[in-house]
């Protein structure tokens, strides 16, 4: 046993919809008496490739005390479920960067004379996770302008940022308009500050690798502490990014407040979608 990063479920939070099912090439989950449930920590590679397809937010990363995840053992349920599951499990792999597994899955492969056409060096396809798909934008067309551009003030307006972080009683949050941003928010759309951070308070995180329990807490604390007038959620399009429109819906509801509610959605190269 040893501790490592393996998803964690919250029973009260499934409604059994299984949309994670297919989203978990490894089949580590199972719908049991209704529920989704993590049927052996052997299977679960902790990437939280299904984190993003749960529409009640149940599904976490947490870090415990877990069996080691085997590759070989992994393989062998796979191959059970056909050539596309097997296909979608190495895009998975590949795409965050799973090199080891990667080399031990075609391995087991190749002993057990299973072909499967499958390109290791080309970028993954639809199945690999997109939240951490490795995309070159080097090459992306810049904009370009006669004029040079003027150097953006910052619009940040309080201090900390982190949702982890952030005190109910700040006085920036008397009568404030929120914005909910995802960490890598800021880093891929250029105009942040002057776009969506002048004249609000900011509070930043990350649904796939925070802990969404705390965060609908902190915010709901915030909520219920505070008159917020509205609150404006940036995300970008990956899947598991969307889990912060589930944290702002649900400490809205448990705040017992009616408070405007939109999203924005950025794209991985830096535009409102």
Known sequence: MAIR???????????????????????????IDGKARLISDLFCDGLGACLGYCPQGAITIEEREAEPYEEEK????????????????????????EEEYLKQALN??????????????????????????????????????????ARQESELMQWPIQLNLLSQNAAYFKDADLLLAADCVPFAYANFHSDFLKDNALMIGCPKLDNVEYYEEKLTDILKSNNIKSITIVNMEVPCCFGLQNIAENAIR????????RQIIITISGEKQ
Do not use: W
Request: some cysteine; charged content about 30%.
């Open 5 to 31: 990063k393996i998803i964690k479920i919250n029973e009260k939070k499934c409604d059994g919809c299984s949309l994670c099912i297919p989203n978990c090439p490894e089949g580590a989950i199972q719908i």
């Open 74 to 97: 992994v393989m062998e349920n796979i191959v059970k479920q056909g050539k596309n599951v097997i296909k979608a499990h190495l895009e998975h792999l590949k795409g965050h960067s």
């Open 108 to 149: 087991y492969l190749k002993e057990k004379n299973i072909k499967i056409d499958f390109n290791q060096e080309s970028q993954i396809g639809l199945h690999g996770c997109p939240g951490s798909r490795i995309i070159d934008l080097r090459n992306k067309k810049k904009k370009t302008s006669s004029n040079l551009k």
């Open 254 to 261: 448990n705040s017992g407040k009616t408070i405007p509610l």
